[in-house]
């Protein structure tokens, strides 16, 4: 089945600047990646998703980037905020949803 | 912050004791899924359903059951036998298999 890895599990940025989480999947037959944010103490929301005929995608200050040769796929945060600081999932779908471990996001004022 | 319902928010198990988690959706979404999350393993998926009166096991299906005689309803019951039971539970719904829509929780505890 599939596995995802999610790299890495905690991420300290200043505010202002970038901060990149990267993923990879192993069942080439994935076809769809999205990403979810969750605030402590509430449910992870989908921030951005991305399907594997697109290598990249952006909405605001995120991105996420998809290499399918590499099996790999990236979320880019730029001008990272206060507000940015969260846990961050990865996911890819062959029949089911499968999550990556988790980046725990703290942006620093 | 309608659409997918949890409850209770919080729930003690004692030893022995079967609990049943509830998940209730009004979303009209055909899909819905339990996910367990730990702290530092992410969500793993328990059951999923695609259609009423049909369900599959995930990645960690062991110690849990699940029913599905209604679209809206996917409750989860965690039996004895599931020995390691304390973990927030998110149950989850999708029209598709793709976009998840994620209830709020509940965090299950064993006194």
């Known amino acids: 089945g599939e596995n995802v890895e999610q790299h890495p599990s905690t991420l300290s940025v200043q505010e202002g600047d970038s901060a990149v989480i990267k993923c990879t999947y192993s069942d080439s037959a994935s076809n769809y990646f999205p990403w979810y944010k969750q605030e402590l103490g509430k449910r992870p929301q989908l921030i951005i998703d991305i399907r594997s005929n697109v290598g990249e995608k952006k909405d605001q200050r995120i991105a996420v980037t998809l290499n399918k040769t590499a099996k790999h796929f990236s979320l880019h945060i730029t001008e990272t905020q206060p507000e940015d600081s969260a846990v961050y999932f990865c996911a890819a779908i062959t029949d089911k949803l499968i999550f990556g471990t988790g980046t725990r996001l703290q942006v620093f004022p | 912050d309608g659409g997918i319902t949890q409850s209770p928010k919080y729930l003690f198990r004692k030893e022995g004791q079967n609990v049943t988690l509830s998940c209730e959706q009004n979303?009209?979404?055909?899909?819905m899924y339990w996910y367990r999350q730990d702290p530092g393993q992410g969500l793993r998926l328990i059951y999923y359903?695609?259609?009423?009166?049909?369900?599959q096991k995930g990645d960690i299906a062991e110690g849990y059951s699940v029913s599905r005689e209604k679209k809206e309803s996917f409750p989860l019951t965690v039996t004895s036998a599931q020995k390691n039971p304390t973990a927030f539970y998110l149950c989850?719904?999708?029209?598709?298999?793709?976009?998840?829509?994620f209830g709020s929780g509940t965090q299950l505890s064993v006194l």
């Open positions: 359903s695609q259609i009423v009166n049909d369900f």
């Open positions: 979303l009209n979404h055909d899909a």
């Open positions: 989850a719904s999708s029209s598709g298999s793709e976009k998840l829509f």
